[in-house]
């Protein structure tokens, strides 16, 4: 223990574990924090807002703090600011043009955090605040509460925010152990570790009451045991990040341990992690604005399906205020975002019903909800649906009025995938919208790439990417070398390590999560000509490998070690490597540095994959399947698409040189495919990719001319689609601006008169039938129009329960309308009530188009505090008999 800086502060929790090498245990651990001398208070701030992670210029006062510091750190200012010697701290106290520059980083940080930004200019009503749920967060390393795609994501989105001003709230848990730390054995076999992370050497602080007492959440367990939590308050520029944490002394061990690590546990274990996020995290925020003044959220957003019990707390608040569960749940709904990011249903966190029963009702949390009220919420009661598992996706769409996949072809995909829960409907009219990632620019950009990059000469853009490359090699040299140490190689051993690639040769890059469709060792499948891929004589390339497989999913770890195992071949091995522990750190480095970025998952598989995003923002070109965001963006000018198996575009047809029919799920269909976009994905490096990275120019310059254009058109013109603030833009205009205005109109009496319109509805929708449709052609020839008049029964309904519509467009050789392009024409009611209740609906149809062209009638449930037609998922169709066959069977020619 050292005096730091004139005095000494203490911070420290029993329970707490610290490891010496010779495995003695502290028995309380600890945290020394420096007490600066006046002139330097304002490094603390600095420090502890973590825009420092995106803003190069404070990053570099930092760094002028001890360069040598910095880099033990691993560029964190608090261990920084932890580390550094009291004489230094007196030096910079006297050193007058560090405290200018200190002072112009502290005036530039207070103006980004109290300057109107783009929200406090833009028109409308804006919420007032958005609480952003999400099981992980991937701010900065500093903070490692992460584990992929899906906190990147998550991290990018509060950023982006940030800069924009948008008033967010996000909301966490912080685990203990974060995610994992990955290294390898001398095997190749993936090895886990988890070092204690401890929140007071981290960029956190206490969220406290005015009077200095913690706030601590509590949920209700089985068996009368409660689980409290601490909430951590991280800066995110201007968005408040709050991190429930479970490591505290009121609780018990078990319950001690629910955020110990991040995905680990067995399914109580994540029950619990996902009731504190939800319900924990919403008290959390009520705190926070309560103490702080902070305006209360009009919006939640469900980052995913793991944040999804947020919407049970917020019934049992409206319940306590004499809500009847159906107003509140229509309520909740008005102003809830659900955002899914995954493509198959294995992707969702399913619980046994028994389980979830347990938790919840009188003996659990939530006592004003009856366990099943809740367990209806989650039940699969679609077909095919599981009825003896609680889906959170399921509950996560039923508790929001809007949801949305994260890019154009995941949007299509969660149509379909979740169809179920709107019966009658075409899965393109399932109200899931699509809001396509995007990244933060700042964060993910080397500053050399910044402006005005694009805008230098060819020879200069060249150098700079050059130079990138170079800095990436000698990463790439270091990590290899750090990780043969740990594999047990002594120094003797490793001088080979010294030629490991060369800053003149193509790099690809392939850095993700590895699940097995992601097929991290594609590219080993025929090994022979990978090889003479990396060797060739004139036209090398060069591959960097990362990732991390689940430390449950052994496939994952056998794919990792195949491929490690591959790279130490001493043939191949200074033109490949497999770096372990990807982490933003690290990633920063692939994304500046590679010039191809390789993805080859199974599509539809990638929602959307925005490590290719990254690459692209600095110039790298993209190689991929057509999947996620890469199937909605790609142009010939910015990179290569892989043909995939189902396209038909691999060997002439989906069955290839060896017949078949279309490839399926079996083993052997799988072997097919992978074999045939392998060797897609080896005939594009052969022929295109290297051949334009190699090619040099007519004009003597030694310029690669075309890559150097693709390169430029990356830039310019795909860039621009990428970063998270056009994302964050796209929420606010087409997402939390209507949630916000369906939330201030849902007031208590507004949603108890819906959901009793709803319960009525629902119960005389059995009654409501198209009776008969007839049509009065005038000329069926393009430009003329059709009369229809429909009778419809609507029982106990009203007309104005109802709209009745005409569905229109291209129909297909089995007379099926194409959802996708249809148009929607309302008709209206006619005349009075016949008898039996009919009703009598009248409109012209305008013949628009050429072709096959048909039509249906369909009556659907109207209400104006409704989302959307498709909200209930009730419609009634016309019979299929042969009057309706005819009446939809016009052809214009």
């Not at 050193?95 to 833009?122: I, K």
């Not at 009077?211 to 959440?217: E, F, I, M």
């Not at 698409?641 to 799988?670: F, W, Y």
Request: net charge neutral.
């Amino acid at each position: 223990m050292s005096r730091i800086g004139g005095g000494l502060r203490f911070t420290g929790r029993k329970g707490c574990r610290a490891r010496y090498r010779r495995g003695v245990k502290a028995i309380r651990r600890f945290s020394v924090r420096p007490v600066l001398p006046e002139p330097l208070r304002p490094l603390s701030d600095l420090a502890r807002n973590l825009r420092w992670s995106w803003h190069p210029e404070t990053r570099e006062l930092f760094r002028s703090v001890d360069p040598d510091g910095w880099r033990a750190a691993g560029g964190d200012p608090v261990r920084l600011l932890g580390a550094v010697s009291a004489r230094r701290l007196n030096e910079l106290a006297e050193d007058r043009g560090f405290l200018r520059r200190l002072a112009v980083a502290a005036g530039d940080l207070h103006d980004y955090l109290t300057e109107p930004r783009w929200y406090q200019r833009a028109e409308g009503e804006l919420p007032a605040a958005v609480a952003y749920f999400s099981p992980e967060f991937g701010i900065t390393a500093a903070l490692p509460q992460y584990s992929g795609g899906l906190g990147i994501l998550a991290g990018d989105h509060l950023k982006a925010a940030s800069d924009l001003g948008a008033p967010l709230i996000g909301v966490g848990l912080l685990y203990r152990h974060g995610y994992f730390r990955q290294s390898l054995s001398r095997d190749g076999w993936q090895q886990e570790h988890y070092p204690v992370l401890d929140p007071d050497e981290m960029p956190l602080e206490p969220l406290c009451e005015p009077d200095g007492t913690p706030v601590r959440p509590a949920l209700r367990l089985p068996g009368g045991r409660t689980l409290h939590a601490q909430v951590w308050l991280a800066k995110v520029g201007r968005v408040p990040l709050l991190l429930l944490d479970s490591g505290v002394e009121e609780n018990a061990p078990r319950e001690r341990d629910v955020t110990d690590r991040l995905y680990g546990g067995g399914s109580e274990h994540r029950l619990l992690q996902e009731m504190l996020l939800g319900i924990g995290g919403v008290r959390a925020v009520r705190a926070y604005c309560r103490i702080t003044g902070h305006p209360e959220p009009e919006v939640f957003h469900t980052n995913e399906g793991h944040a999804g019990f947020l919407g049970l707390e917020r019934i049992r608040e409206l319940g306590e205020r004499g809500a009847p569960f159906e107003a509140a749940v229509e309520a909740v709904r008005a102003g809830t975002l659900f955002t899914t990011h995954t493509p198959v249903p294995a992707g969702i966190d399913r619980f046994d019903r028994e389980l979830v029963a347990r938790h919840f009702g009188e003996d659990g949390e939530l006592p004003g909800v009856a366990a099943e009220q809740v367990l209806q919420l989650g039940t699969e009661t679609y077909p095919g649906g599981d009825g003896g598992v609680f889906n959170m996706a399921v509950m996560g769409l039923r508790l929001a009025q809007r949801a949305n996949g994260v890019s154009t072809l995941h949007g299509s995909v969660s149509r379909e995938m979740f169809r179920g829960l709107w019966p009658g409907f075409d899965a393109a009219e399932v109200p899931i919208a699509s809001v396509t990632n995007g990244v933060h620019a700042p964060t993910w950009t080397a500053a050399e790439m910044r402006r005005p990059a694009p805008g230098t000469d060819d020879a200069g853009l060249w150098e700079l990417r050059r130079t990138l490359r170079e800095r990436l090699v000698e990463e790439v040299r270091r990590r290899l070398y750090d990780s043969w140490r740990q594999r047990g190689a002594s120094p003797a051993e490793l001088g080979w390590i010294d030629g490991v690639f060369d800053p003149d040769v193509l790099t690809v890059g392939f850095a993700r999560r590895v699940p097995a469709y992601k097929r991290l060792t594609l590219m080993l499948r025929d090994r022979e000509r990978f090889t003479r891929l990396l060797l060739h004589p004139e036209r090398p390339v060069q591959f960097v490998v990362a990732g991390k497989a689940h430390p449950a999913d052994e496939g994952g770890k056998r794919l990792i070690q195949e491929l490690v195992r591959f790279a130490d071949d001493p043939r191949v091995r200074h033109r490949i490597v497999f770096l372990p522990d990807y982490g933003m750190g690290m990633a920063q480095h692939l994304y500046t540095g590679c010039d191809v970025w390789l993805n080859n998952p199974l599509r539809p598989l990638e929602a959307c994959g925005t490590s290719g995003m990254k690459a692209a923002l600095n110039g790298g070109l993209n190689l991929s399947v057509l999947d996620g965001w890469w199937d909605e963006w790609y142009e010939p000018d910015f990179g290569w698409a892989i043909p995939t198996a189902e396209d038909g575009a691999v060997a002439g047809t989906a069955g290839g040189a060896s017949g078949g029919g279309p490839l399926g799920d079996s083993p052997a269909d799988r072997e097919r495919r992978d074999a045939m976009e392998a060797a897609a994905l080896y005939g594009l490096l052969e022929e295109q990719v290297a051949p334009c990275f190699y090619e040099r120019g007519a004009a003597g310059d030694g310029l690669p001319e075309r890559w150097i254009g693709m390169v430029r058109q990356t830039l310019t013109r795909l860039g621009p689609k990428l970063p998270a603030d056009r994302m964050v833009r796209e929420y606010v205009e087409r997402l939390y601006t209507p949630a916000a205005r369906a939330h201030r109109a849902m007031d208590t009496a507004a949603a108890e008169r819906l959901a009793e319109w709803k319960a009525r509805v629902r119960a005389g929708w059995p009654r409501v039938a198209v009776d008969h449709v007839e049509s009065v052609a005038g000329s069926v020839e393009l430009g003329g129009k059709l009369a229809l008049r429909v009778r419809v029964l609507l029982g106990d309904l009203a007309p104005g329960d109802v709209e009745v519509q005409v569905v229109a467009g291209r129909v297909d050789a089995s007379d099926t309308l194409s959802a996708a392009d249809a148009v929607r024409v309302p008709l209206k009611v006619s005349g009075e009530p016949a008898e039996d209740g009919g009703r009598l609906y009248e409109g012209l149809l305008a013949l628009d188009r050429t072709g096959p062209f048909g039509y249906t009638v369909r009556v659907l449930p109207a209400h104006p505090l409704l989302a959307g037609p498709a909200e209930l998922g009730l419609v009634a169709l016309p019979p299929d008999d042969l009057q309706a066959r005819e009446a939809a069977g016009v052809l214009l020619r």
